[in-house]
């Protein structure tokens, strides 16, 4: 198969744009938040600003492997986006996100500190909870569109004239927001590591981490928000160039709803957080699917 | 003007205060003061933190404490003594538990005193720090920080304990924790022979 020039396009703008675009949400982010709490907020590139300092400072690490392990996540993070934007196959997307999260988990078990390795156990349990909807919205892209490549995805292969996936994946369309909020790290959801002072076991998952090597973690961050964001995108289009803006607002949108229940929530216990992903999993997701099924059967 | 002045993460510390000046620190963080305008955040981990603030005296049981959530800071950092008990002791000075101000046990770059301090002076503290971060950093870039050679790690290792054992004279500028500071003195004081021990034999071997 000819690799196409789209694909191509988008694999270096977000290479090259992904972290820019990222850093700038998150900078967004903390704006927003800060008005909505009634401050004035810090300025929009604090992020990048926070980056810098960060490289600028002593390097300290517990071990010589967890600079190994952090490096990983953000290069797996990295393929990830990749794939994604390259049009590659959603499945296989979805597998290396999940081996880059476990990076992550394996080097803040591996500092033996009993405050990153709470962390790490409920990064775990959050991989546990969002993990089946993550798969249930591939399986749901895929009835609708007959295929796993992100590339006929958008460009709407297999739909209807003029349907867009959203139509026929509501439900799931709702799940996938309610695990974005995990994915994101926002209140209530936010168990393994908050941005929000005074929240937090010491610092969660990152607690061992400093310097240049929580830069890396931001920056994977980074990544990964906007390949989330590229993902509520999937939902919309059609090979028609207005679905495509279209889409690229909801995902904008979607990332302001995710500020909005951050700022309006307090964090949840883990327990409330595993079962209700799970009962939105399954009343939303797995019952879209079925009936997606039936109707498929019926046309 | 480097990154950290723009970016300075602080972790708060409750010595033996009377809460007065948590307060006040934790006021700074409100819509009213909002300290992260400028970019400050407070974290909770050592590790993160650029500035410590430290509130009330300190005492024989968290002299431990304080040490080791200074250590465990990555250099560049600067420490704020918030408030007069952890400038001086304060009221609490003359109590059988009382060892001092925060300067009897780690180097302190600003005090803010006050009783409680006002979060305008806190604010302004951390300002000053930010002063003093700047020039630590400054000093790092002259200096590898990574100590490769033993007479290196010896330097190092009296370079911690200046404020303490500063030397009689001050040699250009004022010395501060983290800045440049070269072994000469050991050898061009020879009066300081008393002070000296069998961990400055190495730093006089690399002067010859
Ligand atoms: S300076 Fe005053 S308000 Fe602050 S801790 Fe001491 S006694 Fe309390």
């Known amino acids: 198969m000819p690799v196409s020039i789209y694909a191509v396009i988008g694999l270096v703008c977000y290479l090259i744009a992904g972290p820019f675009v990222g850093g700038l949400l998150s ?19 604090q992020p990048f600003y926070d980056v810098r300092k960060l490289m600028e400072k002593e ?11 952090v490096m990983c996540f953000l290069i797996f993070i990295i393929i990830t986006g990749g794939l994604f934007f390259f049009g590659e196959n959603l499945l296989l997307v979805i597998f290396t996100l999940t081996t880059a999260n476990l990076f992550l988990v394996i080097g803040a078990y591996s500092s033996n500190s009993p405050y990153a390795q709470i962390g790490a156990e409920r990064e775990l ?42 139509q026929y994946l509501v439900g799931i369309f709702i799940g996938y927001l309610f695990i974005l909020t995990m994915k994101f790290r926002k209140s209530p959801f936010d168990l393994s590591l908050s941005h929000h002072a005074h929240q937090e076991l010491v610092k969660g998952v990152t607690t061992e981490f400093s310097g240049r090597t929580l830069a890396l973690i931001e920056i994977a961050h980074w990544y990964e928000n906007v390949f989330l964001l590229g993902f ?15 889409g690229a607002a909801v995902a904008l949108l979607a990332f302001f709803l995710e500020v909005f229940i951050d700022n309006a929530f307090a ?15 399954i009343t939303f997701g797995a019952a879209n699917l079925i009936l997606l099924y039936y109707l498929r059967g019926l046309m | 003007m480097s990154y950290i002045t723009k970016s300075p993460w602080i972790i708060h510390y409750d010595g033996s205060s009377c809460n007065g000046c948590d307060i006040e620190v934790l006021a700074c963080l409100t819509p009213m003061y909002d300290v992260e305008r400028f970019g400050i955040i407070n974290t909770g981990n050592p590790k993160h933190a650029d500035i410590f603030l430290i509130t009330g005296s300190i005492n024989e049981q968290n002299v431990s404490v304080v040490k080791q959530i200074y250590e465990q800071m990555p250099e560049p950092k600067a420490v704020a003594a ?3 008990c952890a400038t001086s002791g304060g009221v609490f000075k003359d109590c059988y538990n009382i060892m001092g101000g925060v300067d009897t046990v780690i180097p302190v770059d600003v005090y803010v005193p006050g009783c409680a301090a006002r979060p305008e002076a806190i604010i302004d503290g951390v300002v000053r720090a930010l002063g003093a971060l700047d020039e630590k950093k400054k000093a790092m870039e002259k200096r590898p920080h990574e100590t ?3 007479a290196e790690a010896v330097a ?17 500028e004022l010395v501060l924790p983290g800045d440049d500071i070269e072994v000469k003195y050991f050898g061009t004081q020879p009066d300081d022979e008393s002070a000296d021990d069998s961990k400055n034999s190495g730093s006089g071997k690399e002067e010859a």
């Open chain 1, 267 to 281: 964090r949840m216990k883990w327990q409330f957080a595993l079962k209700s992903s799970w009962l939105v999993t």
């Open chain 1, 232 to 246: 509520v995108f999937l939902f919309f289009p059609n090979g028609t160039w207005y679905m495509a803006v279209i």
């Open chain 2, 82 to 84: 918030i408030g007069i």
């Open chain 2, 156 to 172: 190092n290792l009296d370079r911690m304990g200046l404020p303490d054992g500063a030397p009689p004279e001050p040699l250009e």
């Open chain 1, 27 to 45: 900078g967004i982010d903390r704006k927003v938040t800060a008005r909505m709490q009634g401050r004035f907020g810090p300025p929009i590139m």
């Open chain 1, 125 to 166: 349990l959050q991989m546990m909870a969002y993990e089946p909807m993550v798969l249930l919205t591939a399986v749901g892209l895929y009835m609708t569109t007959g295929s796993f490549r992100i590339g006929d995805i958008v460009a709407g292969v297999g739909l209807d004239s003029g349907g867009i996936p959203l």
């Open chain 2, 148 to 150: 490769t050679t033993a």
């Open chain 1, 59 to 69: 390097p300290v690490t517990v071990n010589s492997g967890q600079d190994f392990y």
